[in-house]
């Protein structure tokens, strides 16, 4: 294996050196933290300290829930007049009335889609879905860097690396209620899910919706049997190889749409008879992909926060999943 | 119409509770519960202004995945059962730094 | 008063009954002082959700509703697992510490 693939599957940790200085016993941050520790145990015997402490809360309670409340009163005030002098809900606005006709006039031949809201989701506007498919993948990521759990960055007082990776002894997989209920709505959830990704043109939907219901369908799965079951099919390779192929499928899908259409050149995607499935151009590819990052992005932070990796028990013994 | 205006009504009056009763219960996992109810109430105020992709989102968002994800921090942070009082203290220990320069400057 | 109009007001007025339904459950699941209320209150108002929107669908005659009827039916039923699973983990928990005060008190003891 190369370094870089070394890297890219997690063998070696970029940031290994950097966050585990301050830890070790013999670094001069650590006896710092010690002599603070110990200074701060001595203040708070002490009596002054005390009476300050329960001073402060008596003081002026009064004077900070009467500021609290006038300038609450005042901010709910506010924002109620504005709100009451806006438009009724439906009524015209000179000042957007140009967008919206267009929008609605001409929305189904020249998006090819019957649901125009996602028309404008994934055709007018699809730069802006672009910019918040990476927003949820910078979230995961981020997520995993703090959330991650090794072997190395597992040490605090109250958790033991093995307790928390073997929960077994809490794990409710082994429930009647679950197995049984979740037998039967698990498949179920996922059709529903793939439904509604793929009618996102047709009838109410679309890729976010249907990539959250498809999320919390794996949520299901992994609560009630278990979370060895889930491995099987969702390892970290998994999601990474999906979340990179259809956040790069969209963007060069749309960088290819955007460049025909500024420079004037026909772009041949074809636009289909409305109501169908295959139609609106590239509003169902783009849908699948939305759909699966949203999917993974939902799974992904539940599977973080319980056991603090996202596929596999790679961690328990040092190697990537394999 | 009249019956409509009141049933909005009495939905949004609904909701104004929820959004109080969450700011003033002591039991965090009892305002995580009361967050999910805000969430289920809002998919029929979108249901009612005929927007479906809200509604769908709505549901599946609200009542299923942020309400998880509450739960799941709420037990990773060793906090199920707290009660909001006691997170005061948990502020006095944590501020380390501040007190720690404070204490070693001025005698207390 | 055409059929029309009979079935409209039959409607509203069942929306508005299960409005307050939802109210005064929201009343008990703020108060309630123990979990399990709160348990069940949400459960219980998921349930008179997917009725008003199920009702809605009739009323407002869109088809669209009963997607989000559905959706709302498995969601529900995920929050509310979840919810009582970590509970129960807690209770084993507390469970599991109290068995160990026990033996360590009859170790004490017998020591």
């Not at chain 1, 402060?56 to 924002?79: D, H, M, N, P, Q």
């Not at chain 1, 529903?192 to 043109?201: A, C, K, P």
């Not at chain 1, 060069?252 to 499935?277: L, M, Q, R, S």
Request: glycine share 8%; with cysteine.
């Amino acid at each position: 294996m190369t370094s870089f693939e070394k890297w890219f599957y997690g063998e070696t940790d970029v940031l290994n050196h950097a966050m585990d200085e301050a830890r070790e016993p013999d670094s001069p941050d650590h006896a710092r933290k010690e002599r603070v520790k110990a200074r701060l145990a001595e203040i708070r015997e002490t009596e002054q300290y005390r009476e300050r402490v329960e001073n402060s809360r008596k003081e002026f309670r009064g004077l900070y829930l009467a500021v609290t409340a006038v300038g609450a009163i005042a901010l709910i005030g506010v924002l109620l007049y504005v709100t009451a002098c806006l438009p009724e809900y439906g009524a015209e606005n000179p000042h957007t009335l140009e967008v919206i006709t267009r929008y609605i006039e001409k929305g189904l031949e020249e998006t090819g889609a019957v649901n125009i809201v996602s028309g404008i989701i994934l055709d007018y506007r699809a730069f802006d879905t672009l910019g918040e498919s990476h927003v949820l993948f910078t979230a995961l990521i981020c997520s995993m860097l703090l959330l991650r759990l090794d072997r190395k960055n597992m040490r605090s007082d109250h958790e033991d690396y093995y307790t928390v990776r073997t929960d077994k002894f809490f794990d409710l997989s082994a429930d009647q209620i679950f197995r049984r209920v979740g037998a039967f709505l698990v498949p179920s959830i996922f059709i529903f899910g793939i439904y509604v990704v793929l009618n996102g043109q047709v009838s109410p939907g679309g890729g976010f919706s249907g990539g959250a219901i498809l999320g919390a369908g794996l949520i299901l799965f992994s609560a009630s049997f278990g979370f060895e079951k889930v491995d099987r099919i969702f390892t970290r390779k998994v999601s990474s190889i999906i979340t990179l192929c259809s956040l790069g499928f969209y963007s060069f899908a749309k960088g290819y749409v955007f460049f025909t259409g500024a420079n004037g050149i026909e772009n041949h995607i074809p636009k289909g008879t409305p109501g169908n499935i295959l139609s609106g151009g590239m509003i169902l590819p783009l849908d699948i992909a939305v759909g699966l990052v949203v999917g993974c992005t939902m799974f992904g932070f539940y599977s973080l926060f319980r056991r603090g990796s996202i596929g596999g028990n790679g961690a328990a013994t040092g190697k990537s999943s394999k | 119409m009249e019956i409509r205006e009141i049933f909005t009504i009495l939905l949004l009056i609904i909701l104004i509770l929820c959004a109080i009763a969450v700011n003033f219960t002591k039991n965090l996992l009892s305002a995580v519960v009361i967050f999910m109810a805000y969430s289920l109430i809002m998919a029929i105020v979108w249901a009612m202004m005929r927007s479906p992709d809200l509604a769908i989102t709505e549901a599946a968002v609200g009542a299923g995945v942020s309400g998880t994800l509450f739960l799941v921090t709420l037990k990773k942070v060793h906090l199920e059962d707290k009660i909001v009082s006691d997170l005061i203290e948990i502020d006095l220990d944590e501020s380390e730094e501040e007190t720690a320069e404070v204490g070693e400057g001025a005698q207390v | 008063m055409t059929i029309d109009q009979a079935y409209s007001y039959l409607f509203f007025v069942a929306l508005i009954v299960f409005g307050i339904l939802m109210a005064v459950t929201l009343i008990r699941c703020i108060i309630g002082p123990s979990i399990n209320d709160r348990i069940l209150s949400i459960n219980m108002i998921g349930t008179m959700v997917v009725c008003s929107i199920a009702i809605l669908s009739g009323l407002l005659d869109e088809s669209w509703l009963l997607d989000v009827a559905l959706v709302y039916v498995m969601i529900s039923f995920l929050a509310v697992i979840i919810l009582a699973s970590v509970y129960i983990r807690e209770g084993r928990r507390k469970a599991a510490a109290s068995d160990k005060e026990t033996a360590g008190k009859k170790e004490e003891e017998s020591v």
